[in-house]
């Protein structure tokens, strides 16, 4: 079967190629992002039948209120002192404002008899959300209301930062992005330097690149494109999942082809033979590779729902 393909490539390349441009643009072109699909709330891949899951659901129904993300937003002084009595009231005021000022994605900012530290030198206000932990209207509310709270502690003296799992889910995303992108580019510039090194060709070190970057916004446009239809989110460690597993295999199968070839060009072969029975060989290769990944993945997902 592989031989075949090899063939008929071999005979049509300019259309084949041009079919695949044609197709990837579509695909890039016409899908939605893969970020309206990406959410951070890990509840949402756990099986209705999960313990948490259930309790959770429960909470939402009958204490809706208190079952939402939540947070400390914690006030200290610049100098490090301990906050004097007009700074404890500039925290009470930054509550009732922040209140007031009805962020989406916030239920409340309270101040508590519990929000002084018993050393003086920290308050702490109670966070509630709207939501879970990775769900957009919370992701979106963590940020409006760092935002909020300096803006209305500037020229005070005291500095306020927010925590807890909402807060460490949004920065935890952010890192993820911060990773995805310092991943890329060390990624590419190995696989250049590499192929450079082996194969002393610049045209070579390139094309492989560029071949797996247009597969990776293929593959990200089709996940998108079947979120949308079969109605589900992936992970926001995805992305960069994506990033490594298609650069490294990809650049590995290319590899296996290019020495293959090379191979065969040095006992005399032409390089239609040559490409021919090199594809035909690591077809195979490629195709019993991706079977035991799909296999895999489906085992996964399968224990997975059925626990």
């Known amino acids: 079967m592989f031989g075949s393909i090899a063939r008929t490539v071999i005979a049509h390349p300019w259309r084949v190629i041009g079919t695949w441009i044609v197709l990837a643009a579509a695909v890039i072109a016409f899908a939605p992002s893969l970020d309206d699909y990406t959410t951070g709330n890990q509840q949402s891949f756990l099986p209705s039948t999960f313990e948490s899951v259930e309790a959770q659901d429960a909470g939402d129904e009958n204490f809706p209120a208190q079952s939402g993300a939540t947070g400390s937003l914690v006030v200290v002084r610049d100098d490090g002192a301990a906050l004097t009595t007009a700074d404890q009231g500039t925290v009470a005021a930054l509550a009732t404002t922040l209140q007031s000022d009805a962020i989406p994605g916030v239920v409340s900012v309270q101040e508590t008899p519990q929000s002084l530290s018993p050393d003086g030198l920290t308050a702490a206000l109670s966070v509630a959300f709207d939501g879970q932990p990775g769900d957009e209207a919370v992701d979106d509310a963590v940020p409006a209301l760092r935002t909020a709270s300096d803006e209305a502690l500037a020229g005070s003296g005291l500095t306020s930062a927010l925590t807890g799992n909402a807060a460490i889910q949004v920065d935890t995303t952010t890192a993820y992005a911060s990773a995805e992108r310092t991943i890329t580019i060390a990624t590419v510039l190995l696989i250049v330097l590499l192929l450079g090194l082996v194969f002393r060709s610049p045209l070579i070190a390139v094309i492989p690149i560029v071949v797996i970057g247009v597969v990776l916004s293929v593959v990200t446009g089709l996940t998108a494109l079947l979120a949308d239809l079969l109605d589900f989110q992936v992970s926001d460690t995805l992305q960069p999942i994506l990033v490594v597993v298609l650069f490294g295999i990809g650049t590995d199968y290319i590899v296996f082809v290019l020495f293959r070839y090379r191979e065969h060009l040095r006992r005399g072969e032409s390089h239609r033979e040559a ?33």
């Open 275 to 307: 490409l021919e029975v090199s594809v035909g060989v690591v077809g195979r290769v490629v195709a019993s590779s991706a079977l035991t990944v799909i296999g895999a993945f489906a085992g996964c997902c399968s224990r997975g729902s059925s626990r």
